[in-house]
């Protein structure tokens, strides 16, 4: 099993003079001013600086990303540059300042407007608007200026992240034929018939083919993004080996599915903070009298399914009046992206849906539905996660959905079940979920019966299953995995991946 030691461990060993540049959008450590002018710095939740700071402490590279606070004029130098972490400096952050009316374009238009309902095909149109689509150009060459910058014509590898960044690739490679690229895009790839509807659909392909290495998290959107390299640019897919040649350029296209630190959440939940909090929520929601709980943890965005699983719920209560009084499914997670009209609506839809159901079936001492919009403490996540009988992730598309891994890796008691659709990426690793499609209401709320219904020697026999999956490719393998081909061609005389492939 991969542990950060060992990826820290393969940098030392492996990089060799290279100097390891990552760059995505949201930056690493957050700075932010109390109400007594005292400074704090936090790495915000989630898998993806927890996999690559160690291997930034361990490289001594930079991290390039957007400013997100006024905070940080106060720590950066005149380049954008603060070392990081802020107690114990490491490594450099340099942060990329853009105007309110850039991040508009780049960020909320291109990237969250167009880019996104493209690629999860929830149904929600895109919009593609040439003036946002100038902002994505303009803030993708501004990122490419300070890599040049950090590069300063050293050996380099540079590690791009996600879909706010596709052009990137091109034009770092347009200025430096050197370095070696890799990407990983954390959202689905869709088919060419969808892509088509993307104006400058050549611009990010070619954008992205300047990448010597570029990972999906799951082998469909691996072939999705060559059947359209296939379809509309001049160039050789080999489809079997997963590669492309482009004029005298060659990608790598590789499936890495990403996951979490499987050991430090098995770790928390185990804690005393957890288990005081589990009694805390336990009476808050009732649980000690005996009622059920129901889990969905999302950020409200429109491809998580949340009025679907909440019309399953509702299809249940229907269906099998025993659960009234007793079951309550809870909905947990904070608005997000509220600047753009298809989540502000998303936001109003879930908003009267609950209201909806509790109207219909809620009674005096008991509501159905609880919704707290809203992030909480770590531990309080923990807490829940070890409470609830089920726990729900319904996306309609969904790249990976770490929720479900992170369901999985709080089990420490091997029970609860996870109810998954099969549009997210990790219904291809957890098998052992009961799959659903969250458009089919009625077999939706069959399979949360099922949940309630199943017996404890099978609800164990699952979890223990999932998390040996989960325990075993964890957030430090995906890192490895990405890093192995990127040192393996930097070493390598050859130009770049080549010989690799
Ligand atoms: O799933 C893609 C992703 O960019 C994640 O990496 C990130 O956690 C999530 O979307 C939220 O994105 P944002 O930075 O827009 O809040």
Redesign the pocket.
Known sequence: MWTSDDLESLVKRDLSDYRLIVVS??QPYVFNIDQYGNLHSEMPP?G?TAAIDPLMRASGGAWIAQSSSAADREVMDPRGRIPVPYESPAYTMRLLNISEYENRGY?SGFA?EGLWPLCHIAHTEPIFDSEHYDCYQTVNRRFADLVLDEIDDDPAIVLI????LALLPRYIREANQDAVIGQFW??PWPNPDIFRICPWQDDILDGMLANDLLGFHIPSYCRNFLDCVDTYLDAQVHPDRGRVDYGDETTLVRSIPISIDFDSIDAEARTPEVEAEMLRLSRQLGLNRGRILGLGID?QDYIKGIPHRLRAVERLLEQWPEYHGRLVFLQVGAP??TDIDAFRQHNIDIENTVNRINERFGREDWQPILHWPTTLPSPTFSALRRLADFCVVSSLHD?MNLVAKEYVASRVDEDGVLILSEFAGAAHELADSLIVNPYATKQFADAIHQALNMDVAERRRRMRKMRDIVRENNIYKWAGSIMQPLMKASASDHSRLVSTA
């Open positions: 959008n949201r989630g993806l960020y969250n992240q996600d879909y706010h954390h959202i950020r997000s992206r790249g």
